[in-house]
Structure formats: C-alpha cells, structure tokens
C-alpha cells in the first residue's frame, strides 16, 4: 500500500507525485486539487538522514519467518488488496497536455475515489482493448459489456482452458486500465478477480432479461457499490474496529474535510497507508505446487517474477518452444492462484491447505523490502525520507491536533531494539508520522489493528473518497443501503463473499465453487 513505492525495478508509476513546495502553495485552499494536507498548519518534522538510516535499519524483521510475527486477525490477501485499493484511488488518467496546463490538479483530473477505474478505464467506448466483443448479432464490430479475460499457457501438467490471467497484447503487456496492478503476481491475480466479478453480474443481469444495452452500466453500478461497501466495511473496519465507518457516517468527518471535491491528503498517502509495508510477508502459500513443502515456496520475489510489469511475461517474444520457468508468452497454469490460501473462504481450510496470514502491524518489515533490486534501496529509509520531503509533522503533533486522549507515551515509542534507536535520536518525543502509526498499531492494536491516530484518518478517508463521489452508494442511497448480492450474512458483502460468487477458486484443483 502507499504510493510512489518501487518494489521492484519493473514497479511503474502513475499520475503526479507531489512535492513540497506544491503542497504549500495549497495551504488553505478549500478544495486542493489531487494533493493536499489534512493538518497544513502543523510543523514539519526535520530529521537528518543519517537518524532516518538508523531507524530504518531498525525496522528489519530479525525473524520474517516467526508465526508470533503474523497477524491471524488479517488474512494475506488484504495486504495485496489494499494495494490494488491504493492504485483505484490513485489513478490518473489525464494527459500529459492536461497535466502540464494543470500542474496542481485542481481542476483537470480524475478525483480520487474507489469507483474502480483501474478496472473499467475510460469504459467500452473509450477503452475499447479492455473489453470483449459483442454478441454475434452485431458482428463483432463494437465491445459489449464484458472485461476480456487472459488465458494461460499449460506446464507442469497443470493442463485444461484455464482462463486465469489478465488479458495482453502480443507482447505480455496486460490490457488493464492501471498497468501497476500486473507489478506482482497477488495483486495481478486480485484484479483478475475484480475482472471476473463484473463479468459474473453481467452474466446475472443477461439471465435476468436485462436488455443488451443496458447490462454494462447496470453492472458497473453493482459491482462498484459491492467494492464501496466491502472496502470499508470488510477492509477499513478489519485494521481499524468495528463500527467506526458507522460512527464517522453519524458524527461527520473531523480531519478529512473539504468542499466538494476529494482530495488526495499526504498525511495518508505518506504515512497512514503505507502500514501494508509491514503486512508483507516473505514466503507465501500461493496454491499446492508452489508452497513450503512443495516445489518451491511462493516467494515475494517469484511472485513479482511471474508478470508483465516486473517480470518475465513477455508474449510472442518469449522462445519457441516454451521454456519453462521463464521468459513465457503469459502466465503459466502452475501459477494460478488458489484463493482458500489468502482468505477465508471456508470455514475451515482441509489438511495441508494453508490460510496464509498477513505480518503484525508493527514497526517490523521483512528483510526483502530493507534491500530491493537494482538500486531501490531500503522500503523503510524511502517512507521515512519521504515523510521529510513532503513536510510531515510529527506523530505527536497530529495525535495533539486530533485531540488523543491517550497519545503514545515517549516510553512507549522507545520499546524493543527499534525504540532504542528511535530514543537515541530524540525521535522518540518528536517521531516520524510513519513510524508513529505502526508503533501506535504495535502499542495499542496489538499488531492486529491500527492505533487512535491511524485508525481515525484511515477511517475518515476511505468514507470521504467514497462519500465524495456522486455515483457512490453512500451519495445516491445513503448510509442505510446494504448489498443485495450472495453472502454468508445478508445484508453484508466481504472479500470472501466476492471470490464465492465468482467462483474459480482453485482451478488447479478443479474446485470452482464452496
């Protein structure tokens, strides 16, 4: 989670970065434009980079592999989708004439909000290689309502027609709305499930009678209000607490507010968000053959192998014949994701099928994010360094701005090996907002959840972008509206529920619904 994070050298980027100095420029405005502040009246906090070096340094998990380190309250695969959360509300799709006429984005952009523009684009007629063709009646000549889905190429006979990786040109390059989202293969592997969903209530409202011409927007609708309300209800409230989207909807807003227009705060962007760095694990049970015990584990750096974007999918250039593992044309069918592994689908997981769990959140990153390829350097030292650059204050300034009733304490803040260092530099009384949401998480979430501070900006952001947007559920049916589709509780619609109304759960082992 978080942006402007390159994980690994292929990592692209999309829209503007902002600066400092742009930042302060907006200082007051009503409406910022894409970039702003929720507390620009507070100081910033300067730190030297040799203390920032220190801390990060720090922040490496001496033990990636230790199950005290997981979190069994938040299954993996909420790490992998907040980030592809992350690229839906960082999306910017304008041109670069448009950017450079703009360059602070208050008017020409497309706003921050979770209405799933990374799936849909521009939509059938502006984004016409994200779709399927019509139906035979039309010849083909125009896109119908459907996302195109990839298929993969059989190895390991792993053999069938398996359609299980996002759609590409010839050359490997996926055909999705945000190119980031092929970066690593569980947030590839995401979206094809948000590809898969929307093509499943097309194929509902079809069996429904729904007119032809009438099916793409109605299904969009569906599926983008299911996303809203699974975001904040399954996603928001599993790392913060139950309850707080309803307490937010009831007593407004107090931190994130603005005029009309959402905009994109760097206090959240920067610091709060970027808690997913720390749910990342190492090593993942990705389906039966790729799994401790198996092949080979799934891990982190294999599972940014198998892409377009960072690794070595690369279409009609790969060698003829295929020569497995890599380069291939697509993804191979050994890598097909089994979806029991990374969240709760069962009840129960069967023998030898791992529920994965996400890392604490915690101060604590595994070593692989300390030392990325190329010259990417440390994850932790760019989060903090960035923090500086942007201008952030400190955690201690935003908790006294927010009124905390139980701010962490210095004493609290100087715990364990990394506090100590932290306390050596004086950054314990004055602590980079960053670190200061994942000690707070560690202090008082136990490593399951987010602390007062982060909790309550996480919290309030999620419900302003999707309040802000006009076509959102919250704006045109209020905060009453419950989804409609299939669940395990009606009335509610998690991740879960999503994967058992699209199916394909493991199509390895030929189970494609619970």
């Known amino acids: 989670m978080g942006t402007d994070v390159n994980?690994?050298?292929?990592?692209?980027?999309?829209?503007?970065?902002?600066?400092?100095?742009?930042?302060?420029?907006?200082?007051g405005h009503d409406d910022p434009g894409m970039f702003g502040r929720m507390f620009p009246t507070l100081e910033p906090l300067a730190?030297?980079?040799?203390?920032?070096?220190?801390?990060?340094?720090?922040?490496?998990?001496?033990?990636?592999?230790?199950?005290?380190?997981?979190?069994?309250?938040?299954?993996?695969?909420f790490t992998y989708l907040g980030q592809f959360i992350d690229h839906d509300i960082m999306l910017d799709l304008t041109s670069f004439g448009e950017k450079e006429a703009d360059p602070t984005a208050v008017t020409n952009f497309r706003t921050p909000a979770l209405d799933l523009d990374s799936v849909y684009g521009l939509g059938p007629d502006g984004s016409r290689h994200l779709y399927a063709r019509n139906s035979a009646s039309d010849n083909g000549k125009t896109p119908g309502p459907k996302l195109l889905i990839g298929k993969t190429v059989n190895v390991d006979?792993?053999?069938?027609?398996?359609?299980?990786?996002?759609?590409?040109?010839?050359?490997?390059?996926?055909?999705?709305?945000?190119?980031r989202n092929d970066e690593n293969l569980l947030v590839a592997q995401t979206h094809l499930a948000m590809l898969k969903f929307h093509n499943k209530v097309c194929d509902q409202l079809a069996a429904s009678?729904?007119?032809?011409?009438?099916?793409?927007?109605?299904?969009?609708?569906?599926?983008?209000?299911?996303?809203q309300w699974m975001v904040l209800h399954d996603f928001v409230?599993?790392?913060?607490?139950?309850?707080?989207?309803?307490?937010?909807?009831?007593?407004?807003?107090?931190?994130?507010?603005?005029?009309?227009?959402?905009?994109?705060p760097v206090e959240f962007s920067a610091a709060v968000y970027r808690l997913g760095h720390s749910m990342v694990r190492q090593v993942y049970s990705h389906n039966r053959i790729f799994t401790p015990g198996g092949l080979t584990p799934a891990t982190l750096d294999l599972l940014f192998r198998f892409t377009g974007l960072s690794g070595?999918?690369?279409?009609?250039?790969?060698?003829?014949?295929?020569?497995?593992?890599?380069?291939?044309?697509?993804?191979?069918?050994n890598w097909i994701i089994d979806w029991r592994r990374f969240y709760q689908v069962l009840s129960n997981n069967p023998p030898g099928v791992t529920l994965n769990p996400s890392r604490k959140i915690d101060p604590?990153?595994?070593?692989?994010?300390?030392t990325l390829p190329g010259d990417g350097g440390s994850l932790p030292f760019r989060n903090l360094k960035r923090g500086v650059l942007l201008g952030l204050p400190s955690g201690q300034d935003v908790a006294k701005a927010m009124k905390i009733k139980n701010p962490l304490t210095p004493e609290e803040i100087s715990k364990g090996s990394d506090g100590a260092v932290a306390k050596k530099?004086?950054?314990?009384?004055?602590?980079?907002?960053?670190?200061?949401?994942?000690?707070?998480?560690?202090?008082?979430?136990?490593?399951?959840?987010?602390?007062?501070?982060?909790?309550?900006?996480?919290a309030e952001v999620f419900v302003g972008l999707v309040h802000g947007d006009h076509q959102s559920y919250l704006w045109v049916k209020g905060k009453n509206w419950k989804p409609t589709l299939p669940s395990q509780v009606p009335g509610e619609f998690t991740m879960a529920d999503l994967l058992r109304f699209v199916g394909d759960i493991s199509p390895i082992d030929g189970i494609s619904t619970v």
Not at 158 to 173: A, Y
Not at 237 to 260: M, N
Not at 364 to 370: D, G, I, T, Y
């Open 7 to 27: 994980v690994h050298p292929g990592h692209g980027k999309a829209g503007r970065q902002p600066t400092r100095q742009f930042l302060d420029t907006l200082s």
């Open 47 to 77: 730190v030297d980079d040799g203390p920032l070096h220190e801390l990060a340094d720090a922040m490496k998990d001496p033990a990636p592999g230790d199950a005290a380190g997981n979190n069994l309250s938040v299954p993996a695969g």
């Open 157 to 179: 006979a792993i053999t069938g027609d398996h359609r299980n990786d996002l759609p590409r040109n010839p050359e490997g390059f996926a055909l999705i709305g945000d190119h």
């Open 209 to 227: 009678g729904k007119p032809q011409g009438e099916i793409f927007e109605e299904a969009r609708r569906i599926v983008t209000w299911h996303y």
């Open 237 to 264: 409230e599993r790392i913060t607490e139950k309850g707080i989207v309803a307490k937010i909807l009831e007593q407004g807003r107090r931190f994130y507010r603005f005029r009309k227009t959402p905009y994109m």
């Open 312 to 333: 070595g999918i690369i279409g009609d250039l790969e060698p003829n014949p295929i020569q497995p593992p890599l380069p291939l044309p697509v993804l191979s069918s």
């Open 364 to 370: 604590f990153v595994v070593p692989q994010l300390h």
């Open 425 to 458: 530099h004086g950054l314990h009384q004055h602590t980079p907002l960053w670190y200061y949401i994942l000690k707070e998480a560690e202090q008082r979430g136990g490593g399951e959840r987010l602390g007062p501070v982060g909790a309550t900006l996480l």
